[in-house]
């Protein structure tokens, strides 16, 4: 099964600053990528698929690049309400697994 | 609006049996593929099933493979998960998850999610 990987594990950053969070397949898997955000005792939900795709009401300082085996989520500025953790999934073919995840907290 | 409710969590000993439902709303139930997805206590997403529109394909994670059985009734708009021979390592928050077709396909990324229902294996 195809792995998939996420750094960092944790970042810390100010308000307004420019975040990226990588994920990487284990082996190609197109654009068949998303990006979840999970706040703190929250339900996930999804930002971003198709790699680059942002889904409907999802603000536009988040954004999303990659294809084959490396991709990246970035936040262009940082705002408070950003802060949670940030799961990579593939969904080429199942399993559909979920990367291992990346905390976002504010500096 | 979409609405996903999940039930059927509860505390369980090793080696039992438990099946979840999830009531779904607010769309054409039998259009989509439905997935779970499950969270231990402070832990990542691990996605364990997920189950086609109407031909009812199915697919699992490794990990529930052979002891969890994913079905659906669209008549009822209803998802299941039947889980047998459960182990402490499957104690977990499960989330029912609609996954997003377009006109020509159905992918396996998904949203909503619901609240999700807790199970917790234990002695």
């Known amino acids: 099964d195809i792995q998939m990987t996420q750094s960092p594990s944790s970042l810390s950053a100010s308000v307004g600053d420019r975040v990226t969070i990588t994920c990487r397949a284990s082996?190609?898997?197109?654009?068949?990528l998303a990006w979840y955000q999970q706040k703190p005792g929250r339900v996930p939900k999804v930002l971003i698929y198709?790699?680059?795709t942002l889904q409907s009401g999802v603000p536009t300082r988040f954004s999303g690049s990659g294809s084959g085996t490396d991709f990246s989520l970035t936040i262009s500025s940082l705002q408070p309400e950003d802060v949670g953790t940030y799961y990579c999934q593939k969904y080429d073919s199942a399993p559909h697994t979920f990367g291992p995840g990346t905390k976002v907290d504010i500096k | 609006e979409v609405q996903l409710l999940e039930s059927g969590g509860g505390l369980v000993q090793p080696g039992g049996s438990l099946r979840l439902s999830c009531a779904a709303a607010?769309?054409?139930?039998?259009?989509?593929?439905m997935n779970w997805v499950r969270q231990a206590p402070g832990q990542g997403l691990e996605w364990v099933s997920a189950?086609?529109?109407?031909?009812?394909?199915?697919w699992y994670a490794d990990s529930v493979k052979g002891r969890f059985t994913i079905s659906r009734d669209n008549s009822k708009n209803m998802l299941y998960l039947q889980m047998n021979s459960l182990r402490a390592d499957d104690t977990a928050v499960y989330y029912c998850?609609?996954?997003?077709?377009?006109?020509?396909?159905?992918?396996?990324?998904?949203?909503?999610w619901g609240q999700g229902t807790l199970v917790t294996v234990s002695s």
């Open positions: 198709a790699a680059s």
């Open positions: 607010g769309f054409t139930f039998s259009n989509y593929d």
């Open positions: 189950i086609s529109n109407s031909r009812g394909r199915t």
């Open positions: 998850a609609k996954g997003y077709c377009d006109s020509t396909r159905c992918y396996g990324w998904v949203d909503p």
């Open positions: 082996q190609g898997i197109s654009n068949y």
